[in-house]
């Protein structure tokens, strides 16, 4: 018997799986149920987890779900996110990190947050620290998002490399990637949103242990499309995730609406 956290279809591309539900707020829910069993579970074998969260309105009604949990013990788990723009401050309106720290850190409570500084004095200090923090933490869980331009975190078509030999670099953004940022309200125009930014590379995100995509609206639909059926490369480099037997792409209507 179906339950109203069951997909509407299931299927896998080589080796991602794919989940497709009626509306975002089904799909928020299900995500939401399917992450807090996964920790759950992780919890009752280990002390402690390490995860990765995204940002971006796609994100907003699943993190929701996620941090109205209080079962979970939140204190056994440190987070990290995947990008922040380079210049900026954490109180920016823009910023990841108010971003997060104002959907989760101040609801949840965990263990740490490890934000990265986009407004440090030296970047490539701060990749290297970010990264060694990275390397020190077996990461559990990555949940990520797919950009309108196929991105996945900061890495835009032009910069993304599926053999990155850095976990954490400094990015010029794509136009694309810019023009999403002022259409989703986070900047006024093209000119205030920054030409930089510091991202986690694509073999950073990998290497979790449990990676859940989380792809809502119709403005992803095209995005989608180029990462199930195009080819597997940096055109668009949500395609990666096709090599991730241990990811899950959630879809609603609207973002499987063109496959």
Same mark, same amino acid.
């Given at each position: 018997?179906?339950?109203?956290?069951?997909?509407?279809?299931?299927?896998?591309?080589?080796?991602?799986?794919?989940?497709?539900?009626?509306?975002?707020?089904?799909?928020?829910?299900?995500?939401?149920?399917?992450?807090?069993?996964?920790?759950?579970?992780?919890?009752?074998?280990?002390?402690?987890?390490?995860?990765?969260?995204?940002?971006?309105?796609?994100?907003?009604?699943?993190?929701?779900?996620?941090?109205?949990?209080?079962?979970?013990?939140?204190?056994?788990?440190?987070?990290?996110?995947?990008?922040?723009?380079?210049?900026?401050?954490?109180?920016?309106?823009?910023?990841?990190?108010?971003?997060?720290?104002?959907?989760?850190?101040?609801?949840?409570?965990?263990?740490?947050?490890?934000?990265?500084?986009?407004?440090?004095?030296?970047?490539?200090?701060?990749?290297?620290?970010?990264?060694?923090?990275?390397?020190?933490?077996?990461?559990?869980?990555?949940?990520?998002?797919?950009?309108? /331009? =196929?991105? !996945?975190?900061?890495?835009? %078509?032009?910069? &993304?490399?599926?053999?990155? *030999?850095?976990?954490?670099?400094?990015?010029?953004?794509?136009?694309?990637?810019?023009?999403?940022?002022?259409?989703?309200?986070?900047?006024?125009?093209?000119?205030?949103?920054?030409?930089?930014?510091?991202?986690?590379?694509?073999?950073?995100?990998?290497?979790?242990?449990?990676?859940?995509?989380?792809?809502?609206?119709?403005?992803?639909?095209?995005?989608?499309?180029?990462?199930? /059926? =195009?080819? !597997?490369?940096?055109?668009? %480099?949500?395609? &990666?995730?096709?090599?991730? *037997?241990?990811?899950?792409?959630?879809?609603?209507?609207?973002?499987?609406?063109?496959?």
């Amino acid at each position: 018997m179906n339950t109203p956290d069951d997909p509407v279809k299931l299927f896998s591309v080589d080796q991602l799986s794919v989940r497709i539900y009626t509306d975002q707020l089904q799909m928020s829910q299900a995500v939401a149920l399917d992450i807090q069993n996964y920790l759950q579970a992780t919890l009752a074998v280990q002390a402690s987890i390490s995860a990765v969260l995204a940002t971006g309105n796609s994100q907003i009604h699943f993190l929701s779900e996620l941090a109205r949990n209080k079962d979970l013990n939140w204190s056994s788990i440190t987070f990290f996110h995947m990008d922040e723009y380079l210049g900026i401050s954490p109180d920016h309106p823009a910023s990841f990190r108010r971003y997060l720290r104002e959907r989760v850190e101040e609801k949840i409570h965990p263990k740490t947050f490890h934000y990265i500084e986009g407004d440090a004095q030296e970047p490539l200090d701060e990749c290297n620290r970010y990264a060694k923090l990275l390397r020190s933490n077996e990461i559990d869980l990555c949940c990520l998002g797919i950009g309108e /331009n =196929g991105h !996945i975190a900061f890495n835009d %078509p032009p910069v &993304a490399n599926f053999e990155d *030999p850095y976990l954490v670099k400094i990015v010029k953004l794509d136009h694309a990637c810019q023009l999403q940022q002022v259409n989703e309200g986070h900047f006024p125009n093209l000119g205030a949103v920054p030409d930089y930014a510091l991202t986690l590379t694509i073999p950073a995100l990998c290497l979790a242990r449990k990676m859940c995509c989380i792809v809502p609206e119709k403005r992803k639909a095209k995005a989608v499309k180029r990462a199930l /059926n =195009g080819p !597997i490369d940096v055109s668009c %480099p949500a395609s &990666a995730l096709r090599r991730c *037997p241990q990811a899950t792409l959630f879809l609603d209507a609207d973002s499987a609406s063109e496959l």
